[in-house]
């Protein structure tokens, strides 16, 4: 089972790192990715990082803020997430593939077969 944990309240400009462990099973097997659901809106894919740690990210939403990294001995994979917006107030979550690659259609998580609660990130003033 996934975890997630680090998500706050911060103000625009700020930064946070995410984590999500594995209460059992080797995240270091699959890939792992993150999504995130605002209010109202669908769910949408930000990071992704392979089991040879190849990493993959929705431009669109991260403008190059994010990075996603694993420590494979502390059986975690982390989400660096810089200068936060307004915009990515959302539940965090994150989840393993069926897969060892991202592959070209990460976004759309229909190989993600694995999923945490989720935790909130709020960036506000």
């Known amino acids: 089972d996934l975890v997630e944990s680090g998500g706050n309240l911060v103000q625009p400009g700020g930064s946070l790192r995410l984590s999500c462990s594995a209460s059992r099973g080797t995240l270091a097997w699959f890939a792992i990715g993150w999504f995130r659901q605002a209010p109202g809106k669908e769910r949408e894919g930000v990071a992704c990082?392979?089991?040879?740690?190849?990493?993959?990210y929705n431009e669109e939403s991260v403008k190059g803020r994010f990075t996603v990294s694993r420590d494979s001995a502390r059986n975690t994979v982390y989400l660096h997430m810089y200068n936060l917006e307004p915009e990515d107030t959302a539940v965090y979550s994150c989840s393993a593939s069926s897969h060892p690659a991202c592959g070209m259609s990460w976004t759309a998580a229909k190989d993600f077969i694995n999923w945490g609660p989720g935790t909130q990130v709020t960036v506000s003033l």
């Open positions: 990082i392979s089991t040879s740690a190849d990493t993959s």
